[in-house]
């Protein structure tokens, strides 16, 4: 675990890695922009490492995305991304005949994975299709929702001995953000086609690991590094493949957050942003006191409360230390008193 290295001498988070594998929204642009840092950052990055973009959004397919990370900046071809509906392929491909007919809800970024790979696509359950996929698009609503049940229900359902046909959801984020604010997301509209059919879809995206699979053979890369902003979706995701991981505090996850992880959703390290790729990770320490040391900052737990030691910086070494005597207390975090400025 990066978080707890002992090392002499402190090293980069990219130290034995063999590719870096980066989420999009909150660790390379926020709305229309690139978040500060980033673009140089992940460009220094591929001159010595391959760089893949990992995506649950199944709205877009890859050329699309590489033209919108092009247009920010970074050095990137479509194969450099890997979208959710990819490694749904993968899955598909496992549970249906080539050349199947498949069921579609969703957008662009499904229907071009299924054509690349020589699926045939529909919008009808009347079609009997052989399975179905599932995505997000702003445009889906109940008529699809609906639709999709019926063909999930034509051979099986709740109540009947076959399980049904294949049902693969690209992921199942709760929410999306938009520029309005946050939206339901493609988890939201899939609880809505398992409330009609009494099942549970396979999953291609974060935190699920077909996706971080698909990733690991494009690049072929046996020691990657996840770098993300969420602990629910990239750094548990990762865990689950077991890549090591960063947790870069640009998006959605904050201090508050990543002091109070669980054991399943832990980065190996914490980066305040994208240069933090390229710096020394400082060393993790235990000191007299039963404190943690990371840089001048020390931290340690008594009982039930969570005593600042030394703020050294003040910032990222002191919740680095926060979080290591947090973390390997065994004391789950609302049971523990944390100063407030730790959250800060």
């Given at each position: 675990m990066g978080l707890f290295r002992t090392q002499a001498e402190a090293l980069t988070p990219l130290e034995g890695i063999d590719a870096v594998f980066a989420d999009l929204d909150g660790v390379v642009y926020a709305g229309h922009g690139a978040i500060p840092h980033a673009v140089e950052s992940l460009n220094r990055t591929k001159t010595s490492h391959p760089v893949g973009y990992i995506t649950n959004n199944a709205s877009r397919n890859d050329a699309?995305?590489?033209?919108?990370?092009?247009?920010?900046?970074?050095?990137?071809?479509?194969?450099?991304?890997v979208t959710?509906?990819?490694?749904?392929?993968?899955?598909?491909?496992?549970?249906?005949?080539?050349?199947?007919?498949?069921?579609?809800?969703?957008?662009?970024?499904?229907?071009?994975?299924?054509?690349?790979?020589?699926?045939?696509?529909?919008?009808s359950a009347d079609d009997s299709p052989a399975a179905v996929v599932q995505g997000f698009a702003p445009e889906v609503g109940w008529r699809e929702l609906a639709e999709a049940s019926f063909a999930l229900n034509a051979h099986g359902g709740p109540d009947a001995a076959a399980p049904g046909i294949p049902w693969i959801a690209t992921n199942m984020d709760w929410t999306i953000p938009v520029a309005r604010g946050i939206a339901p997301g493609n988890g939201t509209l899939v609880s809505a086609v398992h409330t009609a059919v009494g099942r549970f879809p396979v999953v291609a995206g974060k935190p699920e690991t077909p996706i971080f699979e698909e990733?690991?053979?494009?690049?072929d890369a046996q020691h990657p590094l996840v770098v993300?902003?969420?602990?629910?979706?990239?750094?548990?995701?990762?865990?689950?493949?077991?890549?090591?991981?960063?947790?870069?505090?640009?998006?959605?996850?904050?201090?508050?957050?990543?002091?109070?992880?669980?054991?399943?959703?832990?980065?190996?390290?914490?980066?305040?942003d994208l240069r933090g790729l390229h710096e020394p990770y400082p060393v993790v320490e235990s000191v007299r006191g039963g404190a943690v040391r990371v840089g001048a900052a020390r931290v340690r737990v008594l009982g039930n409360r969570v005593e600042i030691v030394a703020d050294g910086?003040?910032?990222?070494?002191?919740?680095?230390?926060?979080?290591?005597?947090?973390?390997?207390?065994?004391?789950?975090?609302?049971?523990?008193?944390?100063?407030?400025?730790?959250?800060?």
């Amino acid at each position: 675990m990066g978080l707890f290295r002992t090392q002499a001498e402190a090293l980069t988070p990219l130290e034995g890695i063999d590719a870096v594998f980066a989420d999009l929204d909150g660790v390379v642009y926020a709305g229309h922009g690139a978040i500060p840092h980033a673009v140089e950052s992940l460009n220094r990055t591929k001159t010595s490492h391959p760089v893949g973009y990992i995506t649950n959004n199944a709205s877009r397919n890859d050329a699309s995305v590489a033209r919108h990370l092009a247009e920010l900046g970074l050095d990137v071809v479509p194969d450099d991304v890997v979208t959710s509906p990819q490694a749904a392929m993968r899955l598909l491909e496992e549970r249906v005949e080539p050349g199947a007919l498949v069921f579609v809800v969703g957008g662009e970024g499904i229907v071009a994975e299924l054509e690349k790979c020589g699926f045939r696509v529909t919008r009808s359950a009347d079609d009997s299709p052989a399975a179905v996929v599932q995505g997000f698009a702003p445009e889906v609503g109940w008529r699809e929702l609906a639709e999709a049940s019926f063909a999930l229900n034509a051979h099986g359902g709740p109540d009947a001995a076959a399980p049904g046909i294949p049902w693969i959801a690209t992921n199942m984020d709760w929410t999306i953000p938009v520029a309005r604010g946050i939206a339901p997301g493609n988890g939201t509209l899939v609880s809505a086609v398992h409330t009609a059919v009494g099942r549970f879809p396979v999953v291609a995206g974060k935190p699920e690991t077909p996706i971080f699979e698909e990733a690991k053979r494009r690049f072929d890369a046996q020691h990657p590094l996840v770098v993300g902003d969420r602990l629910d979706t990239d750094i548990l995701g990762a865990n689950r493949a077991g890549m090591s991981s960063a947790l870069v505090l640009t998006g959605i996850d904050r201090a508050k957050q990543v002091l109070a992880a669980d054991a399943t959703s832990r980065p190996d390290f914490i980066l305040g942003d994208l240069r933090g790729l390229h710096e020394p990770y400082p060393v993790v320490e235990s000191v007299r006191g039963g404190a943690v040391r990371v840089g001048a900052a020390r931290v340690r737990v008594l009982g039930n409360r969570v005593e600042i030691v030394a703020d050294g910086d003040g910032g990222l070494d002191l919740l680095r230390a926060a979080c290591a005597a947090i973390w390997s207390s065994g004391t789950a975090i609302h049971a523990l008193d944390v100063p407030a400025r730790l959250y800060s």
